[in-house]
């Protein structure tokens, strides 16, 4: 159950002014003309297409819990998992799960059926950034942590209120291979090079046995892992991003020549992003990329620059957060 359907982008607190200098933990990202997407791994990847993006700077890394710890108390915010959703945004939902919440990753104690999410997946009430494994659970210990159980608009508004934007989809795939244009991963085409875990990926058994070596076996704190050749900590694993892209299916077609590359695009159109799946439903979806601690070889690839997600933009989930971006 979505915790709740609101879609206009009004933020709920003014920006902060922009000051000259852009803000400490940020990264300059030179930009320029790179290959987006891939053409060997999941169809909405394809087709590999050049594309052009200006200067920017990116946070270095995800939002953590102490970042979004400081913007609720400065402003009172109440993310969308805090919040009882309103019937009247889902006809013919049960009335016992119209309830504040987020979905909560629950691993099964064996192994199960890979064709049913629900089996590891559940909506857990009263689950939040602040309890992120549902009622009972806490964040302490984990302020290092990337924020989760944001949903869209909880990132945006975050992002405003720090003068800041979400990346678009081309800006975050330039920003996550660091330079290595048409490379596999986001250091380079070896996926455990000499053996070395480089992500905050699931190891092991998905979805019921995680053998990562790291003492924790849901999100990491930021920089555990090296950073890529831009400075960039945890831009693959860990956690799903946000961007502000509307999702489409597939990419567009690779320009003919050099001069019609598109400069900077802005992604999909919102009505063309609805689930074809539940057309009854008419929830906009955005772009997640960067794949979590929950992609597995044995299930999900997505621990990829090109990998691409679609997600509601009224859902929460206990393996998405977000960075921020300040154009030039």
């Known amino acids: 159950m979505p915790t ?5 982008e009004a933020p709920v607190q003014p920006p ?12 300059r990202i030179a930009g320029g003309t790179f290959r987006m997407g891939s053409d060997q791994h999941y169809p909405e990847e394809a087709p590999v297409h050049r594309v052009t993006v200006d200067a920017f700077w990116m946070d270095r890394a995800p939002v953590t819990n102490r970042e979004f710890r400081r913007f609720v108390d400065a402003t009172g915010y109440r993310t969308f998992a805090e ?9 013919g939902a049960l009335p016992h799960m119209l309830r504040a919440g987020s979905l909560v990753f629950m691993p099964p104690s064996h192994p199960v059926s890979l064709d049913d999410i629900s089996r590891w997946w559940t909506f857990g009430f009263g689950a939040t950034w602040r309890r992120p494994y549902g009622s009972g659970s806490s964040i302490k210990g984990l302020d290092d942590h990337p924020v989760v159980h944001v949903a869209y608009q909880d990132a945006e508004t975050y992002a405003r209120w720090a003068g800041k934007e979400l990346p678009t989809e081309a800006e975050w795939e330039f920003a996550a291979r660091g330079g290595l244009d048409g490379a596999e991963f986001a250091w380079g085409d070896e996926f455990m090079p000499d053996g070395r875990q480089m992500a905050n990926t699931w190891q092991g058994e998905f979805p019921h ?22 400075g960039l900590l945890d831009m693959i694993g860990n956690v799903w991003e946000w961007t502000s892209d509307c999702f489409a299916p597939k990419h567009p077609e690779d320009a003919p020549k050099a001069c019609c590359i598109p400069r900077n695009p802005r992604g999909g159109l919102k009505d ?3 689930d074809p799946n539940q057309p009854e439903i008419p929830i906009p979806r955005k772009v997640l990329k960067g794949g979590s601690h929950l992609c597995a070889p ?4 997505r621990y990829r620059p090109a990998a ?13 957060g977000f960075r921020c971006v300040i154009r030039s």
């Open 272 to 274: 063309a992003s609805f």
């Open 308 to 320: 691409r997600h679609a997600q509601p933009v009224d859902t929460s989930t206990s393996h998405i």
């Open 298 to 301: 044995s299930y999900c690839r």
């Open 209 to 230: 046995r995680n053998l990562s070596p790291r003492s924790y076996k849901r999100t990491t704190p930021v920089g555990l892992y090296p950073a890529n050749a831009y």
């Open 16 to 27: 902060h002014v922009r000051s000259e200098q852009p803000p400490a933990g940020m990264v």
């Open 4 to 8: 709740l359907a609101v879609f206009d």
């Open 83 to 91: 919040i009882p959703p309103n019937p009247d945004d889902y006809p």
